[in-house]
């Protein structure tokens, strides 16, 4: 356990202590944007984390072990976000990267710490020593903690696939405040758990361990929504898809003046500029052109003017000149409606739409740019970039789930909720942010598109943590399958297993997200909106109502898998199985061969060696 405490003091020690000597002006430019970031954050993180503390208290039924998930994360979320802006010495990070990343870290850092903590708990409750249960519950549960950061880490550092560096950035720094919470699950909560003691274990634990399979909110849950598995199935199947109409309406744009608070001075000019000139005088284009070769460039610059101003939805030019030395003439063309507009992408397509007949005729080459027009490539290249991501995801979840379940249908049913999930997710936030519902209540100026990467970062993230509860859910049905053959009571007891802690998760989750929408920046309340929606829809209506009833019906054939295929995939030992039979195997040597239960546990086939035709 001491050496726990060195590993994770020492991860501290390499970011706050060798990088200042390595960079100290960068990193006092760091302590200061830490700082600045902290006064616009730290509301957020005291009030997340009373409501993180309310609900761990509620299910661990003391302060000492409610009080130990949070000491985590904090820790988790100081290494990792202290850890993104010190190197910030080597690459550029916007204001939104510390934001998403102490957003994410804070939240599955309670989610990893409480998964542990519930299993050594449950160890403690079955008569081990706390340091012998901290250790088992660390190669136990801990197994699944890894695999599922491991998860979250690789959807987020696929943010690259947008081809976008900013984009890419968020994504690492994201993922690195992940690897953060997962190493100091690992490493200094098994050792705050061995310090605990039996305070860690409340009051009647052991009545509640033996009896909440047949009593209890999650086993009458379970029965219930596997009475009728076919008609539970269709009526959340229909009601994520009513909820997920709205997305068709989903506009995207990046974040200009226009969308500031009313009340900010930005916003102010912005509306003045508007009123005087008309709104497209906030979103000029510039044109320019390669004149170098001409003989007449003030001619040619007045002629491309001409076509520019008789292009459907240009109102004015501003400037049409050639620069000092002559070799590129500048054209400042105003369109008749605002940047974040569908009008104003139309007639930039009409415009750029002249080049070919401009090189033709003059022999120069024509491009459009400035801030407008960047900004709707940036939107319109994220746009093309979700199916590609989609697939990606979509294509990880599948093969990783395979290697965890050895079945064929449990992942295709766990790609299949996620989708559901992030069509919901897109509808809600659709729905108050295009359609304006409820706008009042998530501090909403006004209706409009959202900022343009929302999307990817959602799926991103909402990947990730819906393989989380997947894996925690599903893995313990598998387990039971596995040991006893009974399909439709493996359904039962392994979502009680597991429910408990998936339910405090997703709360907190939830909680942790949706403190981001009301006073958040403009640019996070989308993206805090959906991910808080998906979590709640993945947890409560996909994972735990969706995915049973899903395993009822498929019964036994759920885990079949071909001989041929379980041959060839490796083995992951999430659930810690390995480590189950080599203390059986040990126990049985210990009694000298006579221990029943331990020959029972050895005799037991491993997860690999489930049911495959």
Request: proline share 5%; glycine share 8%; net charge neutral.
């Amino acid at each position: 356990m001491g050496a726990s405490l060195l590993t994770a003091f020492a991860l501290m020690l390499i970011i706050e202590g060798i990088l200042p000597f390595v960079a100290p002006a960068a990193w006092r430019e760091t302590f200061l944007r830490l700082a600045t970031m902290a006064d616009g954050q730290i509301r957020f993180v005291g009030l997340t984390s009373m409501l993180a503390g309310v609900v761990l208290i509620a299910v661990l039924g003391t302060l000492v072990a409610a009080g130990l998930p949070l000491l985590g994360a904090f820790i988790g979320v100081g290494v990792g976000v202290a850890g993104a802006m010190a190197l910030t010495v080597f690459y550029e990070m916007n204001s939104m990267t510390p934001a998403l990343a102490l957003m994410l870290g804070l939240a599955v850092g309670i989610d990893y710490a409480l998964f542990i903590l519930s299993r050594h708990r449950d160890l403690l409750a079955e008569g081990l020593a706390p340091d012998e249960a901290a250790a088992q519950a660390t190669g136990t549960a801990g197994s699944a903690v890894v695999f599922a950061g491991a998860t979250v880490a690789v959807a987020l550092a696929a943010l690259g696939v947008a081809g976008i560096p900013f984009l890419s950035t968020m994504g690492m720094a994201a993922a690195g405040s992940v690897a953060a919470a997962v190493l100091v699950s690992l490493t200094l909560l098994p050792a705050l758990l061995g310090l605990g003691g039996s305070r860690l274990m409340p009051r009647k634990v052991a009545d509640d361990h033996h009896a909440r399979h047949h009593t209890g909110v999650w086993a009458g849950w379970v029965r219930t929504v596997t009475k009728v598995p076919l008609l539970t199935a269709l009526l959340v199947i229909a009601g994520l898809t009513l909820l997920a109409l709205p997305a068709r309406d989903l506009t995207l744009a990046l974040p200009h003046n226009g969308t500031s608070a009313p009340t900010s001075t930005q916003r102010k000019a912005y509306d003045l500029v508007a009123e005087k000139f008309g709104p497209g005088a906030n979103a000029p284009f510039v044109v320019t052109l390669d004149i170098v070769a001409s003989t007449d460039p003030l001619g040619l610059v007045a002629a491309v003017e001409k076509r520019v101003l008789a292009t459907d939805g240009i109102v004015s030019t501003t400037v049409a000149t050639p620069n000092r030395a002559a070799d590129t003439g500048v054209i400042i063309a105003i369109p008749d409606a605002a940047a974040d507009t569908e009008r104003t992408k139309a007639t930039l397509e009409h415009v750029r739409a002249l080049a070919p007949a401009i090189k033709a005729e003059y022999g120069a080459d024509m491009a459009v740019t400035g801030q407008t027009a960047a900004q709707v490539d940036v939107s319109q290249r994220l746009y093309d970039a979700l199916l590609p991501f989609g697939l990606v995801v979509v294509g990880i979840s599948l093969i990783l789930l395979t290697l965890v379940f050895r079945s064929i249908l449990v992942p295709i049913t766990a790609a299949l909720g996620y989708v559901l999930s992030v069509g919901a997710a897109f509808g809600v936030v659709a729905a108050v942010f295009r359609w304006g519902w409820a706008s009042s209540l998530m501090g909403l100026n006004e209706p409009g598109p959202v900022i343009s990467f929302m999307p990817i970062i959602v799926m991103g993230v909402l990947f990730g943590l819906a393989m989380d509860y997947q894996v925690f859910l599903v893995s313990s049905m598998r387990a039971r399958f596995v040991h006893e053959g009974d399909a439709q009571r493996a359904v039962n007891a392994g979502f009680v297993d597991s429910a408990r802690v998936v339910t405090a998760a997703a709360v907190i989750m939830v909680s942790v997200f949706a403190a981001f929408v009301p006073h958040g920046a403009v640019y996070i309340k989308p993206i805090a909106l959906g991910l808080a929606v998906g979590v709640f829809v993945d947890a409560f209506l996909v994972r735990m109502t969706l995915i049973p009833a899903v395993m009822r019906l498929l019964g036994a054939r759920a885990w079949w898998l071909p001989a041929w295929l379980d041959r060839r995939l490796p083995v992951l030992d999430i659930e810690g199985e390995s480590l189950h039979r080599r203390l059986a195997l040990a126990a049985a040597h210990e009694d000298g061969g006579h221990c029943l239960a331990c020959l029972a546990r050895l005799r037991a086939p491993a997860p690999a060696a489930a049911p495959a035709e």
